[in-house]
C-alpha cells in the first residue's frame, strides 16, 4: 500500500558496513511492524513496535540487528556488519490498532557484495 | 507455531479462466489476509478476512474459520492478475492481538494471454 513509505528502495552494501533502512508507517498509524523475505520465500516476522517502544521482537536475529521508533520521524531498522546472507528484501507495514488490517510498503531490498 | 500450507504451489492459466486458492491453518487464529506480490515486488493487501466472505470486483474469498481454511477465487482472470499469492494468518493466543503474521509459502498464479 502506498501509504506506508520504505526507503531507499534499493540498496547495495559491501560485507561488514551498515544497512539502515527507514519506515514512515501511513497517517494515523501507531503500530509498525519489520518483515524479512528471503528469495524464493515467504515474508518472516521480525520486530514490532509502537512510539517509543519495542513490543516483540522475537523474530530479529539476536546480533548486529536493531529496531527503533522513535517519538519523532520514521522507524528504523539497523543492520551492523552485513553479510551476504543478509540480503533480502525488507518490508515493512503499519496498522491503526490491534486487530485492524496491517498494510505493507513496497519493500527495501538489501544486497550485499 | 502455527502452520500454514497453501495450495497448489504453482498455478498456469489462459486469460479469462476462474481459479480457486486455498488456505489451510492448524490453529484458531484473529486475523487473515490475502495479499499479492507483483512481479515487481510489491505486496498489495487484498482482503482482511478473520472470517465470513468478502467480494471486491474480479476477486473474493471465503474463510470458515471453525474448520481452519480460506479460499481466494480468481474470476476472468487477466495477465495482471500474475504474480505470488500469499495467505497469512495470527495466531489467537487469547490474549490481544497485534498483527505478528505467519505467512504461507504462497501459490504462484502465471496468467497467459
Known amino acids: 500500500n502506498a501509504g506506508v513509505m520504505q526507503n531507499p528502495r534499493h540498496l547495495v552494501r559491501r560485507r561488514g558496513q551498515e544497512a539502515r533502512l527507514r519506515c514512515s508507517p501511513m497517517?494515523?498509524?501507531?503500530?509498525v511492524y519489520w518483515y524479512r523475505q528471503l528469495p524464493e520465500e515467504g515474508l518472516k516476522f521480525m520486530v514490532y513496535l509502537q512510539k517509543e517502544n519495542i513490543i516483540d521482537e522475537s523474530g530479529m536475529p539476536k546480533e548486529r540487528f536493531s529496531a527503533e521508533f522513535p517519538k519523532e520521524g520514521p522507524s528504523i531498522l539497523r543492520i551492523q556488519q552485513v553479510v551476504r546472507g543478509d540480503s533480502a528484501a525488507y518490508f515493512c507495514a503499519s496498522s491503526r490498532s490491534s486487530g485492524n488490517t496491517i498494510y505493507f510498503g513496497e519493500g527495501s531490498w538489501l544486497t550485499v557484495v | 507455531g502455527i502452520q500454514v500450507e497453501q495450495s497448489p504451489p504453482d498455478l498456469i492459466l489462459q486469460e479469462g479462466a476462474n481459479s480457486t486458492l486455498r488456505c489451510n491453518f492448524s490453529?484458531?487464529?484473529?486475523?487473515l489476509q490475502w495479499f499479492h506480490q507483483n512481479p515487481w515486488g510489491q505486496l498489495i493487501n487484498l482482503f482482511y478476512?478473520?472470517?465470513g466472505t468478502k467480494q471486491n470486483g474480479r476477486l473474493s474469498a471465503t474463510t470458515v474459520a471453525t474448520e481452519r481454511y480460506s479460499l481466494l477465487y480468481i474470476s476472468s482472470s487477466q495477465t495482471t492478475d500474475s504474480g505470488v499469492y500469499f495467505c497469512a494468518v495470527e495466531l489467537n493466543a487469547g490474549g490481544t492481538s497485534y498483527g505478528k503474521l505467519t505467512f504461507g509459502q504462497g501459490t504462484i498464479l502465471t496468467v497467459h494471454p
Open positions: 478476512i478473520p472470517s
Open positions: 490453529d484458531s487464529v484473529n486475523n
Open positions: 497517517k494515523g498509524h501507531s503500530h
